[in-house]
């Protein structure tokens, strides 16, 4: 039998306060003279052994109390079978800590799971501390954003307490804890401790597990494969035969056993309805809220926009049910601004936030290189594009279009005269051949996460494309050109069929109504392309209703930029041999829009990435004297890079990474840029969001975890061979001496009542 | 005696204020019988018998006037039986007659003034009156006479007795008494009576199966016969006796039927040959135990006729 709190038991002494008080009123008596002292003495002699007896079990009562209830405080309990005594010999104690942001819920401002565990590492230190002279060793492993050891067995207790210390808060990290349990397993295999304990103290939120917990796809073959690697690892720990594992839940739920849903309101998301934000243009942007409770709720979402006067909105949520909150607003000023959406706090206050980066540029400039330029102006491309999308430029008056087009022969691009780096989309609008310094030039714009639109007419040469931007499959372009295509004017036209309705090109085509105009739009002719050497990462977005089903829209992305292949691109209308008729002003203002909006976004968006990313991105010239600082949340200061800078083709390079993005927020990266004309300061605002995953707070019963990970219990506290806690799986003998202490009590009272009435006078 | 009128010198309390036992003794009988006039017993009267000649000393109330007014001879009326009665008082002056409970008579001087009070009455109605002190063996003795002198011995002896440390040896004493009384009359006892009680009831059938009317007046204090005590007490035992430290509740019921059952026994014990019995608080007045003796005088007369 072992005690919970063995000092207690020092309450037991005071058996000896009944006694002291017998003693003590046999010495505080009266003397009293007695003539009819014989009676006495023979009355005595009759009653003398009844009241031993009375008095005797009396005292014996009132001395056992004391001790039944020092007993009871103390919480014996009687070891169940499983977990063996730390015996001697060196014991390796292994603990895993689940760091992610789950564990930071906090019902009512009570403890959280975090909290819960840190308490219980901490139990466990002090119990390895008292038994110092066993030399037990300690491990630390805190599963978060990335699965690390905090302290290793080598270093002493002392040690591993300050820097179980530094761990206040758990990370922003959506943690899957097999990787964790993956290294903690490589960790047991290669320990030679005679005897080994690894504890996982975890909230059991559903997604930390992974693929353990979740129901297999239906018609899903069953076998080893699907199975969740933490159970691998923990089968790998309990083949080791000295060493045993314990999962503790430290999560809400975790005394119910039963599991369930815990409520709680979150931002998913925050985003704008169009691809890129131009200034003075009113954009909208959209937060989308996920109640992922059992109850209807109204969540209040906060915009605040670079720290100015924040705008609010209210959203009702059913349960189980998304929202959007929209808020509308203009940018007076271009370059990066910080957004950053909020709810009021719940329990888990790491997904009441969102954070945005966001790039708002003037316009967006669009180098329009024109193959037709030399002919009627009404006839050239250039009419087409630029009365689309800047219908104002050369009007005079106020600017009304996002868009800024800028015009010129292929001369200039072939000679380099302009460079398309510079600009945010680059559309070849029917231009006969390129060179390869054009085609460096394109990659670089691309690498440099800018757009490229190639709309092909009758006068590209397929030979001359394929050497340059094909360039045997290193270039821009995917696929290899072959012939022009189709039955010209006189024929029976084909139409578009949209193959990637959600297609971020065809964005402006959300409406079937759109839709349907967008597929009735006569094509005559195109270039085919062979379909056996399209690399696998482009995307058809449109092809035809022909025989063969030939590509039409054509998207790719290069570097960090995206590039698009328009197989029949857009003609004036004045041009009798077009070939398409794109330029229906019904069609050509949401598909040149769409188009050229969706191309002037880079392919991934480096200033928006999640908790655990790299902070990375390309630059213009080589950066010095980098330093983040990072978001209040995480607690730390300035960090600078030391780490030389990767570079890139085309004069660029690669920003230093930068890995520890463990918490949410904005991370500001000043650097200084080497260019030829002298040093140029810059700052960059990346934004770092939490999974959103990480916040459905369902939690699965402990008879589902014992059969997911075949282990034989789920624990809530340290099982007691650590640290002599009680383990509800241990017999707990506390409640049973406290009843018993109540009945002595009762027992003890009822029979001084009856001696006492005994003994009064009638 | 107007100051005295509406005292009640029967009650022991008043008469612990009483420091002569003679004056508490006169007090007593005429606060009896002056009661006696009011009381149930009146009526109760003793009867002349004849006359005598007056010898100084004698009672001036029973001379008899009208024969001094015609004859100018002084005679004393004599009533019945009064030159018949011989009373022997027996008083226990053991140590255990020595315990009387807190503000009230010790059992003993309760005994020693019933009995003053009894000889001042005796010998007023002009009985002889004699009293012996015992505790393990006779101790002092006055004959029997009517005489004034003798009660005055008599007081004198009740005022300078005091309870002995010797144990109470009864039975032995009334069987020793028993064979020196010669001359029947009545014998009272005064005493708790602690000791043997068939030694007891032996001795008191001795002295009765000689002729003797003997009523027993067993003095208890209030305290033995309730036993009213609550605190943890040592007890210390009289007469020799061991001491006990003990709780008084736990022994109270015991102890009243041991003391109970020893009451009984002697009172059957005297019952049985034909021993007037009267048990006597020292709590209680004290025309208890004159009208006891009265009671046994009327029916020890009834008796000789």
């Given at each position: 039998?072992?005690?919970?709190?063995?000092?207690?038991?020092?309450?037991?002494?005071?058996?000896?306060?009944?006694?002291?008080?017998?003693?003590?009123?046999?010495?505080?008596?009266?003397?009293?003279?007695?003539?009819?002292?014989?009676?006495?003495?023979?009355?005595?002699?009759?009653?003398?052994?009844?009241?031993?007896?009375?008095?005797?079990?009396?005292?014996?009562?009132?001395?056992?109390?004391?001790v039944?209830?020092?007993?009871?405080?103390a919480?014996?309990?009687?070891?169940?079978?499983?977990?063996?005594?730390?015996?001697?010999?060196?014991?390796?104690?292994?603990?895993?800590?689940?760091?992610?942001?789950?564990?930071?819920?906090?019902?009512?401002?009570?403890?959280s799971?975090f909290?819960?565990?840190?308490?219980?590492?901490?139990?466990?230190?002090?119990?390895?501390?008292?038994?110092?002279?066993?030399?037990?060793?300690?491990?630390?492993?805190?599963?978060?954003?990335?699965?690390?050891?905090?302290?290793?067995?080598?270093?002493?207790?002392?040690?591993?307490?300050?820097?179980?210390?530094?761990?206040?808060k758990?990370?922003?990290?959506?943690?899957?804890?097999?990787?964790?349990?993956?290294?903690?397993?490589?960790?047991?295999?290669?320990?030679?401790?005679?005897?080994?304990?690894?504890y996982?103290?975890?909230?059991?939120?559903?997604?930390?597990?992974?693929?353990?917990?979740?129901?297999?796809?239906?018609?899903?073959?069953?076998?080893?494969?699907?199975q969740?690697?933490?159970?691998?690892?923990?089968?790998?720990?309990?083949?080791?035969?000295?060493a045993?594992?314990?999962?503790?839940?430290?999560?809400?739920?975790?005394?119910?056993?039963?599991?369930?849903?815990?409520?709680?309101?979150?931002?998913?998301?925050?985003?704008?309805?169009?691809?890129?934000?131009?200034a003075?243009?009113p954009?909208?942007?959209?937060?989308?809220?996920?109640?992922?409770?059992?109850?209807?709720?109204?969540a209040?979402?906060?915009?605040?926009?670079?720290?100015?006067?924040?705008?609010?909105?209210?959203?009702?949520?059913?349960?189980?049910?998304?929202?959007?909150?929209?808020?509308?607003?203009?940018?007076?000023?271009?370059?990066?601004?910080?957004?950053?959406?909020?709810?009021?706090?719940?329990?888990?206050?790491?997904d009441?936030?969102?954070?945005?980066?966001?790039?708002?540029?003037?316009?967006?400039?669009?180098?329009?290189?024109?193959?037709?330029?030399?002919?009627?102006?009404?006839?050239?491309?250039?009419?087409?594009?630029?009365?689309v999308l800047?219908?104002?430029?050369?009007?005079?008056?106020?600017?009304?279009?996002?868009?800024?087009?800028?015009?010129?022969?292929?001369?200039?691009?072939?000679?380099?005269?302009?460079?398309p780096?510079?600009?945010d989309?680059?559309?070849?609008?029917?231009?006969?051949?390129?060179?390869?310094?054009?085609?460096?030039?394109?990659?670089?714009?691309?690498?440099?996460?800018?757009?490229?639109?190639?709309?092909?007419?009758?006068?590209a040469?397929?030979?001359?494309y394929?050497?340059?931007?094909?360039?045997?499959?290193?270039?821009?372009?995917?696929?290899?050109?072959?012939?022009?295509?189709?039955?010209g004017?006189?024929?029976?036209?084909?139409?578009?069929?949209?193959?990637?309705?959600?297609?971020?090109?065809?964005?402006?085509?959300?409406?079937?109504?759109?839709?349907?105009?967008?597929?009735?739009?006569?094509?005559?002719?195109?270039?085919?392309?062979?379909?056996?050497?399209?690399?696998?990462?482009?995307?058809?977005?449109?092809?035809?209703?022909?025989?063969?089903?030939?590509?039409?829209?054509?998207?790719?992305?290069?570097?960090?930029?995206?590039?698009?292949?328009?197989?029949?691109?857009?003609?004036?209308?004045?041009?009798?041999?077009?070939?398409?008729?794109?330029?229906?002003?019904?069609?050509?203002?949401?598909?040149?829009?769409?188009?050229?909006?969706?191309?002037?976004?880079?392919?991934?968006?480096?200033?928006?990435?999640a908790?655990?990313?790299?902070?990375?991105?390309?630059?213009?010239?080589?950066?010095?004297?980098?330093?983040?600082?990072r978001?209040?949340?995480?607690?730390?200061?300035?960090?600078p890079?030391?780490?030389?800078?990767?570079?890139?083709?085309?004069?660029?390079?690669l920003?230093?990474?930068?890995?520890?993005?463990?918490?949410?927020?904005?991370?500001?990266?000043?650097?200084?840029?080497?260019?030829?004309?002298?040093?140029?300061?810059?700052?960059?605002?990346?934004?770092?969001n939490?999974?959103?995953?990480?916040?459905?707070?369902?939690?699965?019963?402990?008879?589902?975890?014992?059969?997911?990970?075949?282990?034989?219990?789920?624990?809530?506290?340290?099982?007691?061979?650590?640290?002599?806690?009680?383990d509800?799986?241990?017999?707990?003998?506390?409640?049973?001496?406290?009843?018993?202490?109540?009945?002595?009590?009762?027992?003890e009272?009822?029979?001084?009542?009856?001696?006492?009435?005994?003994?009064?006078?009638? | 005696?107007?100051?005295?009128?509406?005292?009640?010198?029967?009650?022991p309390?008043?008469?612990?204020?009483?420091?002569?036992?003679?004056?508490?003794?006169?007090?007593?009988?005429?606060?009896f019988?002056?009661?006696?006039?009011?009381?149930?017993?009146?009526?109760?009267?003793?009867?002349?018998?004849?006359?005598?000649?007056?010898?100084?000393?004698?009672?001036?109330?029973?001379l008899?006037?009208?024969?001094?007014?015609?004859?100018?001879r002084?005679?004393i009326?004599?009533?019945?039986?009064?030159?018949?009665?011989?009373?022997?008082?027996?008083?226990?002056?053991?140590?255990?007659?020595?315990?009387?409970?807190?503000?009230?008579?010790?059992?003993?001087?309760?005994?020693?003034?019933?009995?003053?009070?009894?000889?001042?009455?005796?010998?007023?109605?002009?009985?002889?009156?004699?009293?012996?002190?015992?505790?393990?063996?006779?101790?002092?003795?006055?004959?029997?006479?009517?005489?004034?002198?003798?009660?005055?011995?008599?007081?004198?002896?009740?005022?300078q007795?005091?309870?002995?440390?010797?144990?109470?040896?009864?039975?032995?004493?009334?069987h020793?008494?028993?064979?020196?009384?010669?001359?029947?009359?009545?014998?009272?006892?005064?005493?708790?009576?602690?000791?043997?009680?068939?030694?007891?009831?032996k001795?008191?059938?001795?002295?009765?199966?000689?002729?003797?009317?003997?009523?027993?007046?067993?003095?208890?204090?209030?305290?033995?016969?309730?036993?009213?005590?609550?605190?943890?007490?040592?007890?210390?035992?009289?007469?020799?006796?061991?001491?006990?430290?003990?709780?008084?509740?736990?022994?109270?019921?015991?102890?009243?039927?041991?003391?109970?059952?020893?009451?009984?026994?002697?009172?059957?014990?005297?019952?049985?040959?034909?021993?007037?019995?009267?048990?006597?608080?020292?709590?209680?007045?004290l025309?208890?135990?004159?009208?006891?003796?009265?009671?046994?005088?009327?029916?020890?007369?009834?008796?000789?006729?």
């Open positions: 039998m072992s005690f919970t709190n063995p000092a207690l038991l020092l309450g037991a002494a005071l058996f000896a306060v009944p006694l002291i008080i017998h003693l003590l009123n046999r010495q505080r008596h009266r003397k009293r003279p007695w003539a009819a002292m014989e009676f006495l003495l023979r009355a005595y002699k009759k009653q003398r052994r009844r009241l031993r007896r009375e008095n005797l079990l009396l005292l014996l009562l009132r001395c056992l109390i004391p039944l209830l020092a007993l009871a405080v919480r014996p309990f009687l070891q169940s079978g499983g977990a063996p005594a730390a015996g001697s010999g060196t014991t390796h104690h292994v603990v895993v800590l689940d760091g992610s942001y789950s564990m930071g819920f906090q019902r009512d401002g009570g403890q799971p909290d819960r565990g840190r308490a219980l590492i901490g139990r466990l230190l002090e119990r390895l501390e008292a038994r110092a002279q066993d030399n037990p060793k300690f491990s630390l492993v805190l599963a978060g954003v990335r699965p690390r050891f905090l302290v290793r067995g080598d270093m002493n207790l002392a040690a591993a307490r300050n820097q179980c210390l530094l761990l206040q758990p990370e922003d990290a959506g943690a899957d804890l097999t990787e964790a349990m993956a290294q903690v397993a490589e960790y047991v295999d290669a320990a030679t401790d005679p005897e080994l304990q690894v996982l103290l975890t909230d059991l939120q559903v997604h930390a597990f992974g693929k353990a917990l979740q129901p297999a796809a239906k018609g899903a073959p069953a076998g080893p494969e699907l969740d690697t933490v159970r691998d690892a923990i089968e790998r720990i309990g083949k080791k035969p000295n045993r594992f314990h999962l503790i839940d430290t999560g809400p739920l975790a005394e119910q056993h039963g599991g369930g849903v815990v409520d709680n309101v979150q931002i998913t998301g925050l985003r704008l309805d169009e691809p890129a934000a131009v003075r243009v954009i909208t942007f959209i937060a989308t809220l996920k109640n992922r409770g059992q109850t209807a709720c109204s209040q979402v906060t915009l605040d926009v670079d720290g100015a006067e924040p705008n609010r909105k209210v959203v009702n949520l059913e349960a189980g049910a998304e929202g959007e909150a929209e808020f509308q607003l203009a940018f007076r000023d271009t370059g990066r601004h910080r957004l950053h959406a909020s709810l009021q706090s719940d329990g888990l206050e790491a009441d936030e969102r954070f945005l980066s966001l790039d708002v540029r003037e316009r967006l400039r669009v180098l329009l290189v024109d193959g037709a330029a030399d002919e009627d102006p009404l006839r050239t491309n250039a009419y087409v594009w630029q009365s800047d219908p104002s430029h050369g009007q005079g008056g106020p600017e009304v279009s996002r868009f800024e087009v800028k015009v010129i022969e292929p001369l200039l691009l072939l000679g380099g005269q302009e460079q780096a510079a600009y989309i680059t559309v070849l609008a029917d231009v006969d051949r390129l060179n390869e310094r054009a085609a460096v030039a394109l990659q670089q714009a691309l690498q440099a996460g800018k757009g490229v639109l190639v709309a092909f007419g009758d006068r040469d397929v030979a001359a394929d050497l340059q931007l094909h360039a045997a499959g290193t270039g821009i372009m995917p696929f290899r050109l072959l012939r022009r295509a189709g039955p004017p006189g024929g029976v036209a084909c139409t578009p069929s949209i193959a990637l309705p959600e297609h971020g090109a065809l964005a402006e085509f959300d409406e079937p109504v759109y839709r349907e105009v967008l597929q009735s739009i006569w094509v005559f002719n195109w270039l085919a392309l062979d379909k056996d050497d399209l690399s696998k990462d482009a995307q058809v977005v449109l092809r035809l209703t022909d025989a063969e089903r030939s590509p039409l829209l054509v998207a790719h992305t290069f570097g960090d930029g995206r590039v698009l292949f328009w197989l029949s691109g857009p003609a004036s209308e004045y041009r009798p041999d077009r070939w398409n008729r794109f330029d229906d002003p019904v069609v050509a203002f949401h598909l040149l829009h769409g188009l050229c909006k969706w191309l002037a976004l880079p392919a991934q968006d480096p200033f928006n990435t908790v655990g990313s790299e902070l990375a991105c390309t630059l213009p010239a080589r950066p010095e004297n980098v330093e983040v600082t978001p209040e949340r995480d607690g730390s200061s300035k960090t890079l030391s780490e030389e800078p990767k570079p890139l083709p085309g004069g660029r390079y920003l230093p990474p930068f890995a520890h993005t463990d918490y949410a927020g904005f991370y500001s990266v000043d650097l200084q840029l080497d260019r030829d004309s002298g040093k140029e300061h810059q700052s960059l605002l990346f934004a770092v939490v999974d959103p995953d990480e916040g459905e707070l369902r939690y699965p019963a402990h008879d589902d975890v014992r059969q997911a990970l075949g282990i034989a219990r789920v624990l809530t506290t340290l099982p007691s061979d650590a640290t002599g806690t009680v509800p799986q241990n017999s707990e003998l506390g409640p049973s001496l406290l009843l018993a202490t109540l009945l002595f009590v009762l027992f009272a009822a029979m001084a009542r009856y001696v006492s009435v005994r003994r009064s006078p009638a | 005696m107007t100051d005295t009128a509406n005292v009640n010198y029967l009650d309390k008043v008469l612990n204020k009483v420091a002569r036992l003679e004056l508490r003794a006169r007090l007593v009988v005429e606060g019988v002056t009661g006696m006039h009011r009381s149930p017993y009146r009526g109760f009267s003793v009867e002349f018998a004849q006359h005598r000649e007056y010898q100084p000393g004698d009672d001036l109330r029973y008899d006037w009208k024969i001094w007014g015609k004859s100018d002084l005679v009326k004599q009533f019945e039986e009064e030159t018949n009665l011989r009373a022997h008082l027996f008083l226990d002056q053991s140590e255990s007659m020595n315990y009387g409970h807190e503000g009230g008579l010790a059992k003993f001087d309760y005994a020693a003034t019933a009995c003053a009070a009894l000889a001042y009455l005796i010998q007023q109605q002009a009985d002889a009156v004699g009293l012996t002190l015992f505790d393990d063996k006779v101790v002092r003795q006055v004959p029997p006479s009517n005489t004034r002198a003798n009660l005055g011995t008599i007081f004198q002896l009740l005022e007795a005091k309870a002995r440390n010797q144990k109470t040896k009864i039975g032995a004493v009334l020793e008494l028993a064979s020196h009384l010669r001359q029947r009359g009545m014998v009272l006892v005064f005493s708790d009576l602690f000791d043997d009680a068939d030694e007891v009831i001795g008191l059938r001795e002295i009765a199966q000689r002729g003797h009317d003997v009523v027993v007046f067993h003095v208890l204090d209030h305290d033995e016969v309730e036993f009213p005590f609550e605190r943890m007490t040592l007890f210390q035992g009289l007469e020799q006796l061991p001491e006990l430290l003990v709780d008084p509740q736990s022994l109270r019921d015991a102890y009243l039927a041991e003391i109970g059952g020893f009451q009984e026994q002697i009172r059957k014990g005297c019952l049985a040959h034909k021993i007037d019995y009267v048990k006597v608080i020292n709590s209680t007045p025309d208890v135990v004159l009208s006891s003796y009265l009671t046994a005088r009327a029916a020890r007369r009834k008796r000789r006729k």
